[in-house]
């Protein structure tokens, strides 16, 4: 009599299961830039080399553009590093780490939600990672009194979609 549990096959003789890996992420996202931005940025950098390339003979000439365009290259890289994921019990921000059992509540934002909770009556202890070219936002409400910080705002694509991964992390890490 064969089983398999979670990939694993199981018989009489087996004495038990190899460990399982780490548990899938029950949501990633990666705030990526849209594509114009990176056509404005690359853009940017081009006009300005050429405009010192007119400017200047020799050497002078072709060093902004091999200078200029990498970094500007690597300044979008940069910004669209931010990766979001809810997976063994923790919220990821990037390298913020949040453990899901201090969730207390979840709200999906649109962009007017996010404008409302990060503008004049924003609270200055909220922990808040907002990428403009991103039009939602979650808002993780907070249940830890050892910690200062109400809540977290964290731009995302699909807030709704995050929102229950984090309710349903959160009550599966329940007893």
């Known amino acids: 009599m064969r089983r398999t549990l979670a ?3 199981l018989s009489p003789s087996s004495p038990s299961p190899a460990p399982a890996a780490a548990s899938p992420p029950q949501y990633a996202e990666r705030l990526t830039l849209p594509w114009w931005l990176w056509l404005g940025g690359l853009g940017a950098a081009a006009l300005l080399a050429l405009e010192v390339w007119m ?3 020799g050497v002078r000439a072709w060093l902004p553009f091999v200078v200029l365009l990498p970094a500007t290259v690597a300044g979008l890289v940069w910004l669209g590093r931010i990766r979001i994921a809810v997976r063994d019990g ?3 921000v990037d390298d913020a780490r949040l453990p899901v059992r201090f969730v207390a509540d979840v709200v999906p934002l649109d962009a007017a939600g996010r404008r409302e909770v990060l503008g004049v009556g924003a609270d200055p202890l909220a922990f808040v ?3 403009p070219w991103v039009p939602g936002a979650v808002q ?3 249940d830890d009194p050892a910690d200062p910080t109400p809540f977290w705002v964290v731009s995302t694509r699909r807030p709704v979609e995050l929102a229950e991964a984090l309710l349903a ?3 599966a890490a329940r007893p």
């Open 7 to 9: 990939g694993v096959s």
């Open 169 to 171: 992390a959160r009550d």
């Open 90 to 92: 923790e919220l990821r």
């Open 129 to 131: 990672v907002q990428r």
């Open 55 to 57: 400017g200047a003979p």
């Open 140 to 142: 993780v409400v907070l």
